[in-house]
């Protein structure tokens, strides 16, 4: 274990102000070596400050950054810079718990509203300032949606940065979301819906999209319905389905597990599929059950 240092640092002067001098060893991601840091901050005005007062911020400052023990130990590197975080130690570290669909969403739009920008800006030079005004070009251009994305997405990247030390301050975290334009949405009325869903050929394709447009299922949850989840007046999800696969017992959130209600003009769309599979499969114990 490394032993513990008592490190207090020395004061220098320069235009009119008191700073404080030290020194931390950091990681260097590429290679895994350490280098050891001079760090300088600010402590105040000359004029304002005693010596022995700008003494004690500076071994504060030392305390807060090193901690109380001060053990010499390497911490990652504040020049680390944010496309590498990004791919190195951000997304490996989340989506693991990401469902595919969510993994290549969020990757995307990680990439394409920050990592473009600030790919190659150090992580302990990016300022709330800078953040901001690019939220706010954002708004200016894309939908609500996808600057509350861009929000959220940018305060769980810096926020981790801090907890993984890369960083001791974080600049996302009094970041605002930015008004942003109205996008007109185009309404369909139901009649219309009901006129194209009669014209489909299949009655599975019928019953997918009457439940899709009239249930409020999300996209994955309407296509990985199975016949375990309909309960004559509502649905219970317990799959989803993305890209041709079906995930079974996945589900976004818990609350994707509440009981959908099944409108009772919908009902008939879903019953003679139920039916063609009962006697297919011969099931008529499943038939008097499901039968209303």
């Not at 595919?100 to 990680?110: C, L, R």
């Not at 299949?202 to 199975?226: I, K, N, Q």
């Amino acid at each position: 274990m490394p032993r513990p240092r008592h490190q207090r640092g020395w004061l220098t002067k320069e235009g009119g102000y008191y700073y404080g001098n030290y020194r931390r060893y950091v990681n260097v991601p590429d290679s895994g070596s350490q280098k050891k840091k001079h760090v300088v901050v600010v402590l105040g005005f000359i004029s304002k400050l005693k010596k022995w007062e700008a003494r004690q911020k500076l071994e504060a400052h030392i305390a807060e950054d090193l901690g109380l023990r001060q053990i010499q130990q390497s911490r990652p590197d504040p020049e680390t810079s944010f496309g590498w975080f990004v791919q190195n130690r951000y997304l490996p570290l989340r989506e693991g718990r990401w469902h595919q669909a969510t993994k290549e969403k969020t990757a995307f739009e990680i990439n394409r509203y920050w990592v473009e920008y600030f790919k190659d800006r150090p992580l302990g030079k990016i300022t709330q300032f800078e953040l901001q005004v690019h939220l706010n070009n954002l708004a200016k251009e894309f939908s609500d949606s996808i600057v509350r994305h861009a929000f959220s997405n940018v305060r769980t990247i810096l926020k981790t940065a801090r907890k993984m030390k890369f960083i001791m301050e974080d600049p996302a975290e009094d970041l605002l979301v930015p008004d942003t334009k109205t996008v007109k949405k185009p309404k369909t009325q139901p009649e219309l819906i009901l006129k194209l869903n009669d014209t489909m050929p299949h009655p599975r394709d019928r019953a997918l999209l009457a439940v899709g447009c009239f249930c409020g299922p999300r996209t994955s949850e309407d296509l990985g319905l199975t016949w375990k989840s309909y309960a004559f007046d509502h649905f219970i999800v317990y799959d989803t389905a993305y890209e041709g696969q079906l995930y079974e017992g996945k589900v976004k959130t818990e609350d994707s597990r509440a009981r959908i209600p099944i409108p009772r003009r919908i009902r008939p769309y879903i019953e003679p599929n139920l039916c063609t599979d009962i006697e297919e499969s011969g099931d008529r114990k499943r038939k008097t059950i499901w039968r209303p």
